[in-house]
């Protein structure tokens, strides 16, 4: 299982699997905001043809955050959602920040398990963050 860094080709590829994996997908025009920044570095995998796990970390200064992460769902619970992690935060070290956050929902217990496991640790929870009204838990890793 090998990540490789997004191209512009895989846009269309990655809104659709966002659009599969969650009720408020950012949408094409988002994600190539995002691609086209000099602060965001995105990472995915490829089976079958297809792209089915993709993940992108923000850079700034010294600190990272995990803006995308998603495993599509007949892929999940196999260790493709750890290896975009990974990857994210060993592109984060890469460009010098110490420490990575992210913000999970509080109703996905696997994606906090998978978070957990990986070194993050639970702050504080974000109230109301989602546009459903479902709170976030906001987690953070130091890297080394």
């Not at 846009?11 to 699997?17: H, M, P, V």
């Not at 089976?47 to 599509?72: F, K, N, T």
Request: a negative charge.
């Amino acid at each position: 299982m090998n990540g490789r860094p997004w191209t512009m080709h895989d846009l269309e590829g990655i809104a659709a699997l966002e659009k599969e994996c969650f009720p408020d997908p950012w949408t094409w025009r988002m994600l190539t905001e995002s691609f086209l920044s000099d602060r965001f570095f995105g990472t995915l995998l490829e089976e079958d043809g297809g792209i089915v796990a993709y993940g992108g970390v923000g850079i700034a200064a010294d600190e990272a955050e995990v803006q995308l992460i998603a495993v599509s769902e007949m892929y999940r619970r196999c260790g493709r959602g750890r290896k975009i992690l990974e990857d994210l935060c060993e592109i984060a070290a890469e460009k010098g920040a110490k420490k990575v956050f992210l913000e999970v929902r509080v109703s996905n217990a696997a994606a906090q398990i998978l978070y957990l496991k990986c070194g993050f640790s639970g702050l504080y929870c974000r109230t109301r963050y989602y546009p459903d009204g479902e709170d976030a838990i906001v987690m953070k890793k130091e890297l080394p």
